[in-house]
């Protein structure tokens, strides 16, 4: 996390030639997803990121406990949620962002700390399934 320029203007780029209709797609499908989810754990999330964003530094990186009470909160809001929803959304901005967008960002970042943090998403994945 703290590799990455939180700061940086890329991500409010259009990724790619995407065409207006995929990228309604893809949010229409995260809209779905929100829409199911459990509303006390999306507010848990919501409160903890407001909380964290007093306590960041000046890129924008969040402090260890906040990270973690943010992805906490989302990860129980997440869990509520049908896995065929989750996969409606990953797979629609899978769609948006395929080609140089995780390679761009990949290379803006220490690639041994990228790939830690992958295995960090895969073990949140895991754990939010379990909890199902």
């Known amino acids: 996390m703290k590799d990455v320029d939180w700061t940086s203007n890329l991500y ?9 209709k995929d990228a309604l797609a893809a949010v229409d499908k995260a809209l779905v997803m929100g829409a199911g989810m459990d509303s006390a754990a999306l507010q848990e999330a919501a409160k903890a990121h407001v909380k964290a964003i007093a306590n960041m530094d000046s890129k924008g990186v969040l402090t260890q ?6 992805n906490a909160g989302l990860g129980k809001a997440i869990a509520a949620v049908p896995t065929s929803k989750v996969m409606d959304v990953y797979n ?7 080609g140089g967008v995780p390679n761009q ?15 960090a998403f895969l073990n949140f994945k895991d754990v939010v399934k379990a909890s199902r």
């Open 65 to 70: 406990d906040d990270f973690t009470a943010i």
């Open 105 to 119: 960002l990949y290379s803006t970042v220490n690639p041994q700390d990228a790939i830690k943090a992958y295995n």
């Open 12 to 20: 409010l780029k259009k990724p790619g030639s995407v065409s207006a």
């Open 92 to 98: 629609a901005f899978s769609k948006i962002t395929a």
